[in-house]
């Protein structure tokens, strides 16, 4: 159990630019989530897979951002034409069961210049 | 909407001796999970305690313990025998139980300073 890994773990870009960003979750855990979290703010969910399927989305995650996790393993997250208001860490987690706990891994931190 | 409130941007403790963090919270659900996750400097956030809102009963884990009162919606954290370790930003976080939404929302966070 090599717990939740996410690459890269930073990532520069310059605005326009699109990114994509991978999260390995524990192996069996069924469950991912994706979480934004800005300076000095605690974690906001973005949304969360169940195996394959995308079961949620925020009102945080607009049309610039995709998120996929086609064979219920990894999940990648994709942002498109990155503004600076884009900068933040982003977070995922995975979990076992509905309502086991979410793991969290070391993050993307991403800067928009 | 669930909210979740930790009206302490920063608390410091002396190494060795105990402090409460706190947690308050808003909800209309009667079935729910609370949760103290600590998040050392450029390290990843950790599940420190976990409680579920149908046990009166709180939960404990070593030195960390909660004070959970359901009717006053307040959920803190004491830290006991404070170690140098300790030190880090302390989230608490909101999870309804059951079917539906299986997110979590998190406070701002309070930043721990522990002296030696």
């Known amino acids: 159990d090599t717990g939740v890994s996410q690459n890269p773990r930073h990532k520069i870009t310059k605005r326009g630019q699109n990114v994509t960003f991978r999260c390995d979750p524990i192996?069996?855990?069924?469950?991912l989530y994706w979480y934004r979290q800005t300076l000095g703010q605690g974690p906001e969910f973005l949304t969360y897979?169940?195996?394959?399927?995308?079961?949620?989305k925020s009102r945080l995650l607009s049309d610039r951002f995709s998120a996929e996790r086609p064979k219920g393993s990894f999940s990648t997250l994709e942002i498109q034409r990155t503004e600076q208001g884009d900068s933040a860490m982003y977070l995922c987690a995975s979990s076992l069961e509905q309502l086991g706990v979410q793991y969290f891994g070391p993050g993307t931190r991403l800067t928009v210049l | 909407a669930q909210t979740v409130t930790q009206s302490q941007p920063e608390m410091s403790v002396q190494e060795a001796e105990t402090v409460t963090l706190s947690c308050t919270y808003d909800t209309s659900e009667s079935d729910y999970y609370l949760f103290w996750y600590k998040q050392p400097p450029s390290r990843q956030m950790i599940l420190v305690i976990r409680q579920e809102a149908y046990k009166q009963q709180n939960a404990t884990e070593n030195r960390f313990s909660v004070n959970f009162q359901k009717a006053a919606k307040s959920f803190s954290l004491k830290i006991s025998d404070s170690q140098l370790g300790d030190a880090a930003m302390y989230f608490c976080?909101?999870?309804?139980?059951?079917?539906?939404?299986?997110?979590?929302?998190f406070g701002k966070g309070t930043k721990l300073t522990v002296n030696p």
């Open positions: 192996s069996e855990h069924n469950r």
């Open positions: 976080a909101y999870r309804r139980a059951g079917g539906g939404s299986e997110k979590l929302v």
């Open positions: 897979f169940q195996n394959e399927a995308q079961l949620e």
